[in-house]
């Protein structure tokens, strides 16, 4: 016998997502105060909000304050230390996650470590699974070692802040802290399928769940730190509908399997400078997730890039 839905405040609307809000920045900050009521909707924000706490509470409480219900997933933006103690929090890796929870909690927005939760409104029944995977340097070339990933990326002048920023402690490793998320949220996403096993899941992660999906063309070599290999059949094993992924800054729709795809990214104020241009904000931006374009059964269809929306 199934089990009944979990308990859900019933949010009627559409649900919708946008990731790298990147609050640090003037013009992101005011186009985020500009959001406008949607009531009876659901947000997702997909990571890298800012870096301080300040920045965290700004955008959930302009979050809550327009969507019923509002969820949270990390970036590697939100993990990092800064320099100083001017600049905040001196946390460090898990530690700094866990604040990063507990102000989401001052809020009510529901986060990772939370029980995933049913989503009724337009285009459900679908369960709301947030999850945190970070990467662990597997987005790489056969003939690349692990060892010597990031100096093959430096060759050609890439290498991200996380390398000087985003602690993995108390792991010896961001990859050994990877592989132990990865395996954390295996484990709650099978008890999700067991415990329903006919409701569509939605996921979301702030990194690109599978490498073919992380091709940066100006810098292909950023892949290093752009997901892991280990979750590349998520959207097969787990009954995904949909998975949402910021990260990249390059807005797009990709099927695969079947599974709807979605890049949410705002981005750098520059990323989305010709948005601005035209009068659109934030608002336009938002990306509707559910109940979203009708659902592609068979094959592969081409790459949607999105300037909005």
Known sequence: MQNSIPPTDKPAGKLYAIADTHLSFADNKTAWSKLTPHPGDGLI??????????????????????????????????????PGKSSGSEARGEQKYQECINIAREYNVLTPDDDFTVWEGEGG??????????????????????????????????EATDEFLLYPDPYPSRQ????????????????????????????????????????????????????????????????????????????????KDGCRFEEVSLGYPRQWKKCAELGLGVEELLREILPGPERVKTGEVPTQWRLYG
């Open 125 to 158: 029944p679908a369960l709301i699974a947030p999850v945190f995977t970070l990467y662990d340097y597997s987005f790489r070339p056969e003939h690349v070692s692990l060892e010597g990933a990031v100096a093959w990326a430096r060759e050609k002048d890439t």
């Open 45 to 82: 924000l997909c990571g890298d909000i800012g870096e301080s706490a300040e920045q965290l509470r700004l955008a959930f409480s302009k979050a809550t304050e327009c969507f019923a219900r509002v969820w949270w997933c990390p970036g590697n933006h939100e993990l990092f230390t800064l």
């Open 176 to 255: 050994a802290w990877c592989k132990e998320l990865v395996q954390k949220f295996e484990t709650k996403l099978e008890a999700a399928r067991a415990q329903f096993p006919t409701l569509p899941l939605v996921i979301a992660n702030h990194w690109p769940l599978r490498e073919d999906l992380a091709v940066l063309q100006l810098i292909p070599r950023f892949s290093l730190w752009c997901g892991t290999k280990l979750t590349d059949d998520w959207h097969r094993r787990f009954n995904a509908k949909v998975v949402i992924s910021g990260h990249l800054h390059m807005r797009r729709t990709d099927w």
